[in-house]
C-alpha cells in the first residue's frame, strides 16, 4: 500500500516561467554546490557558510566580493605580465621566437 502525502507539493516551474532552471543548469549547481562543501570540509570550515547566496541559488550572489577575489586569484592576482615589454616590445620573447622563425 502507498502512502498518502498530505499537503500541496510545490508547482514545478515550466519552460518559460522566469524561475525555470533547465537539467542542466539543475546539475551544475549540484555540483557547485558539492565542491564548495567538499572544499569547506578540507579547509575545516573556513570560508563560504551555507548562508551564502550562490549556496541558496541566487544569481547575484556571483557578484560577492569573496567571489572577486577568487576570479583574480585564478587568473594570476591581477599582474599582467606582458607590462614589462611595453616601453620595448621587440624585446619580449614572443616576438623574438617569431623573428627567429621568419
Given amino acids: 500500500m502507498k502512502k498518502k502525502r498530505n499537503g500541496k507539493r510545490k508547482a514545478i516551474p515550466q519552460k518559460g516561467d522566469p524561475d525555470y532552471l533547465s537539467p542542466t543548469q539543475l ?21 563560504p557558510t551555507s548562508n ?20 583574480e586569484n585564478d587568473r594570476g592576482g591581477g599582474k599582467d605580465p606582458s607590462m614589462k615589454y611595453i616601453s620595448d616590445p621587440a624585446s619580449a620573447p614572443t616576438v623574438r621566437a617569431a623573428r627567429a622563425f621568419f
Fill in 27 to 47: 546539475r551544475n549547481r549540484r555540483k557547485r554546490r558539492a565542491k564548495q562543501q567538499k572544499n569547506r570540509e578540507k579547509d575545516g570550515g573556513i570560508g
Fill in 52 to 71: 551564502d547566496s550562490a549556496a541558496d541559488g541566487n544569481e547575484s550572489g556571483k557578484t560577492s566580493e569573496g567571489n572577486k577575489k577568487n576570479s
